[in-house]
Protein backbone atom coordinates (compact mmCIF):
# COMPACT_ATOMS: atom_id res chain seq x y z
CA UNK A 1 0.00 0.00 0.00
CA UNK A 2 1.39 3.40 -1.09
CA UNK A 3 2.30 5.87 1.72
CA UNK A 4 0.12 8.98 1.65
CA UNK A 5 2.18 12.17 0.26
CA UNK A 6 3.04 14.05 3.12
CA UNK A 7 2.32 18.16 2.51
CA UNK A 8 5.45 20.78 3.70
CA UNK A 9 3.56 22.57 6.33
CA UNK A 10 3.51 26.66 5.01
CA UNK A 11 4.18 28.80 8.19
CA UNK A 12 1.26 31.70 8.76
CA UNK A 13 4.65 34.34 8.35
CA UNK A 14 4.66 32.61 4.60
CA UNK A 15 1.39 32.90 3.88
CA UNK A 16 1.27 36.45 5.13
CA UNK A 17 4.79 37.01 2.40
CA UNK A 18 6.71 38.10 5.41
CA UNK A 19 10.48 37.53 5.81
CA UNK A 20 12.77 34.98 8.02
CA UNK A 21 12.79 37.43 11.28
CA UNK A 22 14.95 34.80 13.03
CA UNK A 23 18.58 36.26 12.18
CA UNK A 24 20.97 37.79 14.32
CA UNK A 25 20.02 42.12 14.83
CA UNK A 26 16.90 41.48 12.54
CA UNK A 27 14.34 42.70 15.42
CA UNK A 28 16.57 45.79 16.13
CA UNK A 29 17.16 46.57 12.79
CA UNK A 30 12.98 46.35 12.72
CA UNK A 31 13.15 48.49 16.30
CA UNK A 32 15.37 51.37 14.90
CA UNK A 33 13.69 51.57 11.11
CA UNK A 34 10.06 52.23 13.29
CA UNK A 35 11.64 54.60 15.81
CA UNK A 36 13.12 56.68 13.01
CA UNK A 37 9.78 56.43 10.94
CA UNK A 38 8.11 58.05 14.00
CA UNK A 39 10.02 60.57 14.71
CA UNK A 40 9.84 61.68 10.87
CA UNK A 41 5.88 61.52 10.90
CA UNK A 42 6.30 63.69 14.25
CA UNK A 43 8.03 66.52 12.21
CA UNK A 44 7.18 66.79 8.03
CA UNK A 45 3.78 66.82 9.03
CA UNK A 46 4.21 70.25 10.22
CA UNK A 47 8.01 70.86 9.41
CA UNK A 48 6.79 74.27 7.04
CA UNK A 49 4.65 75.73 9.86
CA UNK A 50 7.26 75.35 12.46
CA UNK A 51 9.37 76.91 10.52
CA UNK A 52 6.86 79.59 9.52
CA UNK A 53 4.78 79.89 12.73
CA UNK A 54 7.71 79.45 15.28
CA UNK A 55 10.87 80.20 13.69
CA UNK A 56 9.86 82.99 12.01
CA UNK A 57 10.68 82.73 7.94
CA UNK A 58 8.22 82.91 5.48
CA UNK A 59 6.80 80.51 3.59
CA UNK A 60 8.69 81.35 0.13
CA UNK A 61 11.79 81.24 2.27
CA UNK A 62 11.29 78.56 4.33
CA UNK A 63 10.21 76.49 0.94
CA UNK A 64 13.13 77.68 -1.02
CA UNK A 65 15.76 76.99 1.43
CA UNK A 66 14.66 73.09 2.03
CA UNK A 67 14.61 72.76 -1.69
CA UNK A 68 17.74 74.38 -2.44
CA UNK A 69 19.35 72.08 0.56
CA UNK A 70 17.72 68.95 -1.25
CA UNK A 71 19.15 69.80 -4.97
CA UNK A 72 22.27 69.93 -3.43
CA UNK A 73 22.50 67.28 -1.27
CA UNK A 74 20.80 65.00 -3.96
CA UNK A 75 24.40 65.56 -5.67
CA UNK A 76 25.69 63.71 -2.72
CA UNK A 77 23.97 60.80 -3.84
CA UNK A 78 27.12 59.06 -6.00
CA UNK A 79 29.15 59.53 -3.28
CA UNK A 80 27.32 57.98 -0.43
CA UNK A 81 27.36 54.88 -3.08
CA UNK A 82 31.06 54.97 -3.30
CA UNK A 83 31.18 55.26 0.58
CA UNK A 84 28.77 52.21 0.93
CA UNK A 85 30.30 50.30 -1.28
CA UNK A 86 33.72 50.84 0.12
CA UNK A 87 32.80 51.61 4.10
CA UNK A 88 29.91 49.02 4.35
CA UNK A 89 26.38 50.23 5.03
CA UNK A 90 26.10 49.84 8.35
CA UNK A 91 28.58 52.20 9.28
CA UNK A 92 27.12 54.89 7.10
CA UNK A 93 23.38 54.31 7.90
CA UNK A 94 25.30 54.78 11.66
CA UNK A 95 26.40 58.53 10.12
CA UNK A 96 22.96 59.16 8.24
CA UNK A 97 21.55 58.94 11.74
CA UNK A 98 23.92 60.83 13.09
CA UNK A 99 24.05 63.92 10.58
CA UNK A 100 20.03 63.53 10.75
CA UNK A 101 19.97 64.04 14.58
CA UNK A 102 22.45 67.26 14.80
CA UNK A 103 20.15 68.49 11.56
CA UNK A 104 16.62 68.37 12.88
CA UNK A 105 17.83 69.05 16.64
CA UNK A 106 19.89 72.16 15.05
CA UNK A 107 15.89 73.61 13.57
CA UNK A 108 15.61 74.24 17.49
CA UNK A 109 18.30 76.87 16.51
CA UNK A 110 17.17 78.50 13.55
CA UNK A 111 14.83 81.23 14.54
CA UNK A 112 15.38 84.34 11.89
CA UNK A 113 18.67 82.97 10.43
CA UNK A 114 18.69 81.91 7.18
CA UNK A 115 22.29 81.00 7.03
CA UNK A 116 21.79 78.55 10.53
CA UNK A 117 18.54 77.35 8.23
CA UNK A 118 20.76 76.38 5.26
CA UNK A 119 23.45 74.60 7.20
CA UNK A 120 21.30 72.29 9.11
CA UNK A 121 18.91 71.60 6.73
CA UNK A 122 21.76 70.72 4.35
CA UNK A 123 22.94 68.45 7.09
CA UNK A 124 19.28 66.81 7.64
CA UNK A 125 19.25 66.14 3.79
CA UNK A 126 22.49 64.70 3.42
CA UNK A 127 21.66 62.41 5.87
CA UNK A 128 18.69 61.47 4.24
CA UNK A 129 20.50 60.97 1.25
CA UNK A 130 23.10 58.81 3.27
CA UNK A 131 20.41 56.75 4.90
CA UNK A 132 18.44 55.72 1.63
CA UNK A 133 21.80 54.27 0.15
CA UNK A 134 22.75 52.29 3.15
CA UNK A 135 19.53 51.15 4.49
CA UNK A 136 18.89 48.81 1.72
CA UNK A 137 22.41 47.89 1.05
CA UNK A 138 22.28 46.53 4.66
CA UNK A 139 19.20 44.86 4.12
CA UNK A 140 20.63 43.40 0.66
CA UNK A 141 23.60 41.72 2.62
CA UNK A 142 21.64 41.03 5.82
CA UNK A 143 18.79 38.73 3.49
CA UNK A 144 18.87 35.49 2.01
CA UNK A 145 18.49 35.79 -1.83
CA UNK A 146 15.38 34.61 -2.17
CA UNK A 147 13.75 36.91 0.75
CA UNK A 148 15.05 39.82 0.21
CA UNK A 149 12.69 41.11 -1.83
CA UNK A 150 9.83 40.29 1.34
CA UNK A 151 12.78 42.20 3.26
CA UNK A 152 12.02 45.34 1.75
CA UNK A 153 8.03 44.98 1.34
CA UNK A 154 8.15 43.93 5.14
CA UNK A 155 10.40 47.32 6.38
CA UNK A 156 8.80 49.62 4.04
CA UNK A 157 5.48 48.65 5.56
CA UNK A 158 7.09 48.86 9.08
CA UNK A 159 7.96 52.58 8.34
CA UNK A 160 5.17 53.57 6.97
CA UNK A 161 3.00 52.36 10.06
CA UNK A 162 5.65 54.43 11.84
CA UNK A 163 5.57 57.00 10.06
CA UNK A 164 1.45 56.67 10.25
CA UNK A 165 1.92 56.60 14.20
CA UNK A 166 4.60 59.75 14.33
CA UNK A 167 1.59 62.25 12.28
CA UNK A 168 -0.99 61.09 14.67
CA UNK A 169 0.79 61.76 17.54
CA UNK A 170 1.91 65.07 16.24
CA UNK A 171 -1.59 65.87 15.47
CA UNK A 172 -2.55 65.09 19.34
CA UNK A 173 0.54 67.19 20.27
CA UNK A 174 -0.45 70.13 18.72
CA UNK A 175 -3.94 69.96 19.77
CA UNK A 176 -2.10 69.90 23.35
CA UNK A 177 0.68 72.42 23.14
CA UNK A 178 -0.52 74.86 19.94
CA UNK A 179 2.34 76.28 18.32
CA UNK A 180 4.48 75.19 21.59
CA UNK A 181 4.32 72.07 20.32
CA UNK A 182 6.02 72.40 17.33
CA UNK A 183 9.20 72.27 19.32
CA UNK A 184 8.41 69.14 20.85
CA UNK A 185 8.15 67.76 17.52
CA UNK A 186 11.33 68.92 16.63
CA UNK A 187 13.13 68.00 19.43
CA UNK A 188 11.45 64.30 19.45
CA UNK A 189 12.39 64.21 16.11
CA UNK A 190 16.25 64.40 16.67
CA UNK A 191 15.53 62.01 20.15
CA UNK A 192 14.35 59.47 17.20
CA UNK A 193 17.54 59.27 15.04
CA UNK A 194 20.01 59.42 17.94
CA UNK A 195 18.52 56.49 19.62
CA UNK A 196 18.44 54.48 15.98
CA UNK A 197 22.15 55.53 15.90
CA UNK A 198 22.70 53.89 18.87
CA UNK A 199 20.59 50.55 18.34
CA UNK A 200 21.83 50.57 14.77
CA UNK A 201 25.89 50.95 15.99
CA UNK A 202 25.49 48.53 19.37
CA UNK A 203 22.97 46.30 18.22
CA UNK A 204 22.73 45.03 14.53
CA UNK A 205 25.49 42.96 13.37
CA UNK A 206 27.74 44.21 10.56
CA UNK A 207 27.40 41.67 7.82
CA UNK A 208 30.86 39.92 7.15
CA UNK A 209 32.67 41.80 4.32
CA UNK A 210 33.59 39.51 1.16
CA UNK A 211 36.21 41.05 -0.92
CA UNK A 212 35.84 41.49 -4.02
CA UNK A 213 38.99 40.51 -6.62
CA UNK A 214 40.21 42.46 -9.66
CA UNK A 215 38.75 45.87 -10.37
CA UNK A 216 34.81 46.22 -10.37
CA UNK A 217 35.14 49.26 -12.53
CA UNK A 218 33.27 51.83 -10.16
CA UNK A 219 30.56 54.30 -11.26
CA UNK A 220 31.99 53.02 -15.41
CA UNK A 221 30.40 49.74 -15.11
CA UNK A 222 27.41 51.19 -13.70
CA UNK A 223 26.64 53.40 -16.07
CA UNK A 224 27.62 50.72 -18.72
CA UNK A 225 25.09 48.53 -17.61
CA UNK A 226 22.37 50.31 -20.06
CA UNK A 227 19.30 47.84 -19.30
CA UNK A 228 20.01 48.80 -15.32
CA UNK A 229 20.34 52.54 -16.60
CA UNK A 230 17.29 52.52 -18.65
CA UNK A 231 15.17 50.67 -15.62
CA UNK A 232 16.44 53.46 -13.24
CA UNK A 233 14.95 55.78 -16.04
CA UNK A 234 11.87 54.12 -15.64
CA UNK A 235 12.04 54.29 -11.91
CA UNK A 236 12.45 58.32 -12.06
CA UNK A 237 9.49 58.70 -14.32
CA UNK A 238 7.32 56.28 -12.12
CA UNK A 239 8.98 58.19 -8.91
CA UNK A 240 7.47 61.61 -10.98
CA UNK A 241 3.95 60.28 -11.61
CA UNK A 242 4.04 59.58 -7.70
CA UNK A 243 4.99 62.36 -6.53
CA UNK A 244 2.27 64.28 -9.40
CA UNK A 245 -1.02 62.67 -8.04
CA UNK A 246 0.34 62.97 -4.28
CA UNK A 247 1.10 66.46 -4.30
CA UNK A 248 -2.30 67.07 -6.46
CA UNK A 249 -4.50 65.22 -4.18
CA UNK A 250 -4.81 67.75 -1.35
CA UNK A 251 -5.29 70.66 -4.13
CA UNK A 252 -7.88 68.88 -5.92
CA UNK A 253 -9.56 67.67 -3.26
CA UNK A 254 -10.12 70.89 -1.40
CA UNK A 255 -10.13 73.69 -4.55
CA UNK A 256 -11.97 71.79 -7.20
CA UNK A 257 -14.23 69.19 -5.58
CA UNK A 258 -14.66 71.76 -3.01
CA UNK A 259 -14.99 68.90 0.26
CA UNK A 260 -14.12 69.84 3.61
CA UNK A 261 -9.97 71.11 4.16
CA UNK A 262 -9.36 67.97 6.66
CA UNK A 263 -10.24 65.66 3.62
CA UNK A 264 -6.46 65.45 2.16
CA UNK A 265 -5.25 64.35 5.80
CA UNK A 266 -7.81 61.53 5.89
CA UNK A 267 -7.25 60.36 2.57
CA UNK A 268 -3.40 60.42 3.45
CA UNK A 269 -4.32 58.24 6.31
CA UNK A 270 -6.14 56.13 4.13
CA UNK A 271 -3.16 55.68 2.04
CA UNK A 272 -0.67 55.05 4.23
CA UNK A 273 -3.18 52.24 5.92
CA UNK A 274 -2.94 50.35 2.73
CA UNK A 275 0.87 50.44 2.24
CA UNK A 276 1.39 49.87 5.88
CA UNK A 277 -0.72 46.07 5.39
CA UNK A 278 -0.59 45.41 1.75
CA UNK A 279 2.83 45.13 0.15
CA UNK A 280 3.42 41.56 1.80
CA UNK A 281 0.72 40.33 0.04
CA UNK A 282 1.08 41.98 -3.13
CA UNK A 283 4.45 40.30 -3.18
CA UNK A 284 2.83 37.25 -3.12
CA UNK A 285 0.41 37.87 -6.13
CA UNK A 286 3.53 38.82 -8.08
CA UNK A 287 6.08 35.90 -7.31
CA UNK A 288 7.91 34.17 -10.35
CA UNK A 289 6.85 37.40 -12.02
CA UNK A 290 9.50 39.32 -14.05
CA UNK A 291 10.37 42.92 -12.55
CA UNK A 292 9.78 44.62 -15.49
CA UNK A 293 6.43 43.16 -15.79
CA UNK A 294 5.62 44.15 -12.20
CA UNK A 295 6.38 47.48 -13.52
CA UNK A 296 4.14 47.33 -15.99
CA UNK A 297 1.66 46.60 -13.59
CA UNK A 298 2.40 49.02 -11.28
CA UNK A 299 1.34 51.78 -13.86
CA UNK A 300 -1.67 49.93 -15.51
CA UNK A 301 -2.87 50.22 -12.23
CA UNK A 302 -2.09 54.22 -11.48
CA UNK A 303 -3.61 54.73 -14.70
CA UNK A 304 -6.65 53.78 -13.61
CA UNK A 305 -6.42 55.12 -10.03
CA UNK A 306 -5.35 58.64 -12.16
CA UNK A 307 -8.52 58.30 -13.72
CA UNK A 308 -11.00 57.96 -11.01
CA UNK A 309 -9.49 60.46 -9.98
CA UNK A 310 -10.42 63.15 -12.98
CA UNK A 311 -13.46 61.67 -13.61
CA UNK A 312 -14.29 63.01 -9.64
CA UNK A 313 -15.77 66.15 -10.79
CA UNK A 314 -18.57 64.72 -12.30
CA UNK A 315 -19.48 62.60 -9.37
CA UNK A 316 -22.52 64.17 -7.53
CA UNK A 317 -21.82 65.53 -4.12
CA UNK A 318 -23.48 63.44 -2.01
CA UNK A 319 -21.41 60.48 -3.35
CA UNK A 320 -18.02 62.70 -3.51
CA UNK A 321 -16.58 61.75 -0.24
CA UNK A 322 -17.06 58.14 -0.67
CA UNK A 323 -15.78 58.14 -4.25
CA UNK A 324 -12.44 59.74 -3.15
CA UNK A 325 -11.45 57.31 -0.36
CA UNK A 326 -12.03 54.72 -3.29
CA UNK A 327 -9.92 56.99 -5.76
CA UNK A 328 -6.97 57.15 -3.08
CA UNK A 329 -7.10 53.20 -2.60
CA UNK A 330 -7.07 52.58 -5.79
CA UNK A 331 -3.99 54.34 -6.90
CA UNK A 332 -1.92 53.21 -3.63
CA UNK A 333 -2.57 49.90 -5.21
CA UNK A 334 -0.06 50.64 -7.47
CA UNK A 335 2.76 51.59 -5.08
CA UNK A 336 2.42 48.33 -3.03
CA UNK A 337 3.52 46.70 -6.36
CA UNK A 338 6.23 48.93 -7.35
CA UNK A 339 7.73 50.36 -3.48
CA UNK A 340 9.76 47.00 -3.03
CA UNK A 341 10.98 47.32 -6.51
CA UNK A 342 12.96 50.58 -6.15
CA UNK A 343 14.98 48.56 -4.26
CA UNK A 344 14.73 44.80 -4.93
CA UNK A 345 15.57 45.49 -8.96
CA UNK A 346 18.78 47.10 -7.88
CA UNK A 347 19.63 44.99 -5.51
CA UNK A 348 19.37 41.37 -7.83
CA UNK A 349 20.85 43.07 -10.85
CA UNK A 350 23.89 44.76 -9.13
CA UNK A 351 27.18 42.74 -8.99
CA UNK A 352 27.83 42.60 -4.82
CA UNK A 353 30.51 45.05 -5.41
CA UNK A 354 28.34 47.82 -6.79
CA UNK A 355 25.64 47.11 -4.89
CA UNK A 356 25.72 50.87 -2.71
CA UNK A 357 26.29 52.91 -6.62
CA UNK A 358 23.43 50.99 -7.99
CA UNK A 359 21.09 51.73 -4.99
CA UNK A 360 22.34 55.47 -4.89
CA UNK A 361 20.85 56.04 -8.46
CA UNK A 362 17.32 54.16 -7.74
CA UNK A 363 17.18 56.16 -4.64
CA UNK A 364 18.34 59.24 -7.02
CA UNK A 365 15.03 58.61 -8.54
CA UNK A 366 13.00 59.84 -5.70
CA UNK A 367 15.34 63.25 -4.85
CA UNK A 368 15.07 64.10 -8.60
CA UNK A 369 11.23 63.52 -8.82
CA UNK A 370 10.55 65.26 -5.52
CA UNK A 371 12.51 68.27 -6.84
CA UNK A 372 10.83 68.27 -10.14
CA UNK A 373 7.45 67.58 -9.24
CA UNK A 374 6.30 70.98 -7.60
CA UNK A 375 6.89 72.86 -10.55
CA UNK A 376 5.03 70.10 -12.56
CA UNK A 377 2.07 70.50 -10.74
CA UNK A 378 2.06 73.77 -10.42
CA UNK A 379 1.96 74.35 -14.76
CA UNK A 380 -0.46 71.22 -14.95
CA UNK A 381 -2.72 72.64 -12.58
CA UNK A 382 -2.84 76.30 -14.25
CA UNK A 383 -3.77 74.33 -17.58
CA UNK A 384 -6.78 72.81 -15.42
CA UNK A 385 -7.78 70.00 -12.74
CA UNK A 386 -7.88 67.17 -15.03
CA UNK A 387 -4.20 68.15 -16.54
CA UNK A 388 -2.20 66.68 -13.58
CA UNK A 389 -3.83 63.50 -13.93
CA UNK A 390 -3.38 63.31 -17.83
CA UNK A 391 0.42 64.33 -16.72
CA UNK A 392 -0.03 60.86 -14.23
CA UNK A 393 -1.40 59.31 -17.46
CA UNK A 394 1.59 60.48 -19.58
CA UNK A 395 4.61 59.17 -17.16
CA UNK A 396 2.81 56.00 -16.61
CA UNK A 397 2.90 55.21 -19.94
CA UNK A 398 6.35 56.23 -20.61
CA UNK A 399 7.39 54.09 -17.38
CA UNK A 400 5.89 50.97 -18.78
CA UNK A 401 7.19 51.57 -22.25
CA UNK A 402 10.91 51.59 -20.71
CA UNK A 403 10.10 48.86 -18.78
CA UNK A 404 8.71 46.50 -21.71
CA UNK A 405 11.54 47.53 -24.13
CA UNK A 406 14.04 46.38 -21.35
CA UNK A 407 12.82 42.83 -20.81
CA UNK A 408 14.14 41.94 -23.74
CA UNK A 409 18.09 42.78 -22.73
CA UNK A 410 17.90 41.14 -19.08
CA UNK A 411 18.39 37.39 -18.94
CA UNK A 412 14.94 36.53 -17.57
CA UNK A 413 16.54 34.64 -14.84
CA UNK A 414 18.36 37.46 -13.58
CA UNK A 415 15.07 39.42 -12.97
CA UNK A 416 12.70 37.08 -11.81
CA UNK A 417 11.13 37.93 -8.73
CA UNK A 418 11.71 35.11 -6.46
CA UNK A 419 9.51 32.16 -5.59
CA UNK A 420 9.19 31.45 -1.06
CA UNK A 421 11.56 28.54 -0.86
CA UNK A 422 9.01 25.59 0.24
CA UNK A 423 9.79 23.39 3.81
CA UNK A 424 10.47 20.18 2.22
CA UNK A 425 8.47 16.91 3.34
CA UNK A 426 9.54 14.93 5.65
CA UNK A 427 10.18 11.04 5.43
CA UNK A 428 12.44 8.00 5.19
Not at 206 to 216: F, I, L, M, N, T
Not at 309 to 331: D, H, K, S
Request: some cysteine.
Amino acid sequence: MASPTIRPRVSLADRLGLPDLSGAGTTTLLIATWIDAVGSGLYFTFNLLYLNKVAGFSLGTAGLVLSITAGIALAFNPLAGSLVDRTGPKRMIFFSQVLCCVGYSGLLLVTGSVPRLVIFALLASMGDRIFWVGFPSLVAQIAKDHDRDRWFAFLGMTREAGFGVGGLMAAAIVALLGTNGYRVLIGINGASFAVAAVLIWFRVPAPEVVPHEGDHGGWKAVFRDRPVIKMAVANTVAATAIQTGFLTMPIYVVDHLDLADWTPGILFAVSTVVLASGQAFALNIVAGWRRTRVYTLAAAIWVVGAVVWALAQVVPNGWLLGYAFVAVVVMTGGDLFHAPQTNGLPSALAPPALRGRYLAMFSFSWGFARTVSPGIVAALLWLGPTWPWVGVVLFCGAMAGIALTVEREIDPARQLMPRRVRPQPGGG
